[in-house]
């Protein structure tokens, strides 16, 4: 893996930096930006979330969030230079409504590496130019949809 410039705007925490020059590097390392660009453009115009950028400490340092309005994030996009990302959170109850979909084997398979803080499960995946975007918009239309039912 080779050293990440620390000039970035991704690891300045204290500018916050607009969403072009935070993406600039990962269109450039042409590691996963297709997908990455994808599912921006997916979970705000087809799945009406709300977008936001902020500074959510190390290890994602400036990401992007998906929430359904005011509500808790569903998603969140990393901008990690090289190593873009796709992270998703819900509770043990949306992880059952996502499994019992029969999801693609890469959702599965991540679920299954997911970190369980308090009831809340916390999944990950690398962003490539193998990814298959659909997919994760499909995890986070579940997870959507079983907290609007479930009422939050």
Avoid at 39 to 52: A, I
Avoid at 103 to 112: C, D, M, S, V
Avoid at 131 to 150: C, M, Q
Wanted: aromatic fraction near 8%; glycine fraction near 8%.
């Amino acid at each position: 893996m080779s050293a990440i410039d620390p000039n970035l705007p991704w690891h300045d925490r204290f500018n916050t930096p607009d969403s072009d020059e935070l993406i600039e590097p990962v269109r450039t390392a042409e590691t996963g930006i297709e997908p990455f660009e994808q599912l921006r453009v997916t979970l705000v115009e087809s799945l009406e979330l709300t977008e936001t950028l902020g500074w959510h400490g190390i290890p994602w340092r400036w990401a992007f969030s998906y929430a359904p309005g005011e509500e808790d994030p569903i998603a969140y996009l990393v901008p990690e230079p090289g190593r873009p990302q796709f992270c998703c959170r819900l509770d043990v109850d949306a992880a059952d409504a996502v499994a019992a979909s029969k999801p693609h084997r890469t959702i599965r398979e991540g679920l299954a590496r997911g970190r369980l803080v308090g009831s809340t499960l916390w999944t990950e995946w690398d962003l490539n130019a193998m990814t298959r975007a659909g997919d994760y918009a499909d995890l986070v239309k579940v997870i959507a949809k079983h907290r609007a039912g479930s009422g939050g």
